[in-house]
């Protein structure tokens, strides 16, 4: 809303100032040999003054014709430089620089819309004070945020300082595994991970992760025990984690159909029915419209996705699943 009253204001200030600028418009069609009309009366105007008697009244009469010609035109007159208008525009364009800077565009790390920037400001504030004082507390603080909001290249980097400084914490060890996961390094992220579950066994994001891991790497067994251990310590995505269960138990029993192969790669991220996830929503994502670009996301990852190594057979039934979500 504020960004229309600014651009409203913009543009009717603007309008104002350029109004000089137009020029008067000549209110009839200027008369034929304007010119030479003109040079005619200079020269009548100046001649009438010597004559006298008759010659002067025709004279006069000449130049009453000739201003009747006339008539209806005149030059527009130049008109003196009012540096206020232009002063008023840019002081609304200024203003209005200000304002979508303040309400729109993005000013920090994190911050897309108008609903991000006081979380974004918030996160600057945890950031700035983390480095600031070094603390493990501080630095877990900016952690735990920035991982809420998924700026995970500063989780990354809050979380590996508090490894620096406390090697045990186990929390840092498992969003660490949790974010090489993210990052497409599962061998790396498999170990964070187990150490992380071996100390801290009631952690549930962690047995989801760790089942995503196995499963990824095609071992099915290992994933559904890890799936279980989310259940048994009341992992919030219940649902969810019981429909991947029962993905990777039809799974073992074989089939290559697409919703089979979804199911086994993609499901763990993106959701059983492509609700989203861990990864972004599917139903509905144009992306799904451009087989080929969703080849090459499957194929070499992007982002946050690792690469998907599938046979020919098995991206080919993919493909063909994902353009029903």
Known sequence: MATVIFLVLFLAVLLLALRPVWGPKEPFPEPPRREELLRELEVLKEEVQNLEGEEKKLALARVVELERALEGW?????????????????????????????????????????????????????????????????????????????????AAEAYLEVLKKEPTNVEAVRRVGILLFMGGRLEEAQMF????????????????????????????????????????????????????????????????????????RCAACHGLTGEGGVGPRLQGNPVLK???????????????????????????VLLEFLGTL
């Open 193 to 264: 991970l187990e150490i992380a579950q071996h100390a801290d066994p009631k952690a549930a994001e962690g047995w989801l992760f760790l089942g995503n891991i196995y499963f990824q790497r095609g071992q099915a067994k290992e994933a559904i025990a890890a799936w279980e251990k989310y259940l048994e310590v009341g992992g919030e995505a219940r649902e969810r984690v019981e429909g991947l269960i029962a993905m990777a138990r039809a799974q073992a029993q074989g089939g290559t159909d697409g919703k089979t192969v979804y199911q086994a």
């Open 290 to 316: 451009s087989p080929e670009a969703v080849r090459e996301i499957v194929l070499r990852g992007r982002g946050t996705m690792p690469a998907i190594p599938l046979s020919e057979e098995e991206l080919k």
């Open 74 to 154: 005149r030059p527009p007159e130049p008109r003196p430089f009012n540096p206020w208008p232009v002063a008023l525009a840019l002081g609304v364009v200024v203003l209005l620089g200000v304002g979508l800077w303040r309400y729109t565009l993005p000013r920090l790390p994190g911050e897309t819309t108008v609903t991000a920037r006081a979380e974004a400001r918030e996160l600057k504030a945890l950031q700035d004070k983390a480095k600031r004082t070094g603390e493990v507390a501080d630095l877990l603080a900016w952690g735990r945020r920035a991982y809420e909001l998924q700026a995970f290249d500063q």
